[in-house]
């Protein structure tokens, strides 16, 4: 229930701030104005002051991001309010609910003569943004690299790598020391592909327009690569057949990797030929992988990260790689057999390529709201 002030309470009384965060045009925030304005008013008039902010103009936005940093409210609802520098209300329920709650606290406050927080906690917002920002980077560069880790080509060359040591019939222990050299060398040659690439997207991003061009080029690929995932992971959960798969490496590509494995193994030393099967391997392989890895890499340009902060998200990215890859190994020298490896990479093909599908689904609206 709204407090009820006669005419002489209110003087003396500071009016209480109440900031309207909005987006032009949603309807959520149409609906503040015609019903929630109106009966605020109403309520109390002389007692409070409307800051309205449109979150499209960056001064807003930093603000709006200060206070859900200090105030513990995450969300990217289109319309929100503040009471007096300490509520926060998200979303049109939140505002109808407890708007008039939040000002009856910040009047009996104002009574008290408690005075009421500063902006953000007082501390600058473009102070506040970087932090987001780096938070955003580390939890979409983590997601990416599931993904990549999950790639069905990524997948099917490890369960083919790893036949091969369980033909070979080696001792467990040489099968460790041959699959951690591969898999050694498979993240140090992708973290220098990442370097690789990475240095090559700084040098287009210096020019506005091929910028632009870049982004325009890479969104219509990804959406292409959306589609063929999407219509790879319907075709295959239908048939079960590998032949169904548009979007994969080439047989030839496929065909060259097994012969440099075969080739590798040969070698008398498992971890020389583990370390150059790795290597060689990894770099025909990023024409797959590559489909996830240089969006990645386009996505921390443009959050202007840092070379120092681009090679730790690097290092982060390649150790979620080979995760699963390590887990393989270790599954692989504890006793699972290779028609387990295999069954197992088929019954996942169809969920990796979905994942692959809505990845480049985002990553696509992300090069296009980052613009």
């Not at 002389?46 to 709006?64: A, F, P, W």
């Not at 926060?88 to 009421?116: H, M, N």
């Not at 979409?140 to 599931?146: D, E, F, G, K, Y």
């Not at 390590?326 to 994942?355: D, F, I, Q, Y």
């Amino acid at each position: 229930m709204a407090l009820v002030l006669g005419p002489g309470e209110t003087q003396g009384v500071n009016p209480v701030t109440v900031e309207f965060f909005f987006e032009p045009g949603c309807d959520s925030c149409q609906q503040v104005r015609s019903g929630v304005f109106p009966e605020l008013e109403r309520r109390y008039p002389g007692v409070y002051t409307l800051q309205e902010r449109d979150i499209g103009i960056k001064s807003n936005y930093l603000v709006l991001v200060a206070y859900q940093d200090v105030l513990g409210a995450m969300g990217n609802e289109p319309v929100s309010m503040v009471v007096d520098g300490r509520e926060f209300l998200a979303g049109l329920p939140g505002i109808q609910t407890g708007l008039f709650s939040a000002l009856d606290r910040a009047v009996v406050r104002q009574l008290q003569k408690d005075s009421p927080a500063p902006a953000g906690g007082g501390i600058s917002p473009e102070a506040r943004l970087p932090h987001r920002l780096e938070s955003f980077t580390l939890a979409a560069v983590s997601t990416a690299a599931v993904v990549d880790s999950i790639n069905p080509c990524a997948m099917a060359t490890l369960v083919f790598f790893m036949s091969l040591l369980s033909v070979a019939r080696i001792s467990i222990g040489r099968m460790w020391l041959a699959g951690l050299a591969f898999l050694a060398a498979s993240f140090v040659t992708y973290v220098a592909i990442g370097f690789g690439f990475l240095g090559m997207l700084q040098f287009l991003h210096a020019s506005p327009v091929m910028r632009l061009v870049l982004d325009l080029i890479l969104a219509g690929v990804m959406l292409v690569f959306a589609f063929l995932s999407f219509r790879d992971a319907i075709r295959y959960r239908r048939s079960g057949q590998s032949g169904d798969i548009a979007l994969k490496l080439p047989a030839s590509l496929q065909n060259r990797i097994r012969r440099v494995m075969k080739t590798g193994l040969r070698k008398r030393s498992l971890v020389l030929g583990g370390l150059g099967v790795g290597a060689v391997v990894t770099v025909i392989e990023s024409v797959c992988t590559g489909q996830v890895y240089v969006p990645t890499l386009v996505l921390m340009l443009k959050q202007g990260e840092s070379v120092l902060r681009c090679a730790g998200y690097l290092l982060v990215y390649n150790v979620i790689f080979v995760l699963p890859l390590v887990v393989t190994l270790a599954l692989t020298c504890g006793g699972l057999s290779t028609p387990a490896l295999v069954e197992w990479s088929r019954r996942n093909v169809a969920v990796s390529k979905m994942l692959l599908g809505a990845f480049f689904l985002v990553m696509t609206i992300m090069l296009v709201v980052l613009r």
